[in-house]
């Protein structure tokens, strides 16, 4: 599958350990991966599942993956599930 990006999906969750300035320490898990392709997300694949924060909600973020050394196409990871 050839794709124009990938991003990563996560979820936030506030720690109870404090950063320098007195804040929550967030800590990212990441759910999975998000392709893009031809100017839309065109699927998204989860690999865990989010789990509802103690208001109930569940937010999760997407963050464009970084190339890793060695990697030609970052959509060349395997079958095409989104054509």
Known sequence: MKVDKLFDVVQPKETDKLDENGKPVTRWTNLG??????????????????????NGE??????????KPGMSNPGDSGGDPWS
């Open 58 to 67: 569940v937010w999760i973020r997407l963050f464009e993956k970084k190339e």
């Open 33 to 54: 991966i998000a392709f893009y392709k031809e100017g839309k997300i065109t699927g998204i694949k989860l690999e865990a599942l989010p789990l509802p924060d103690k």
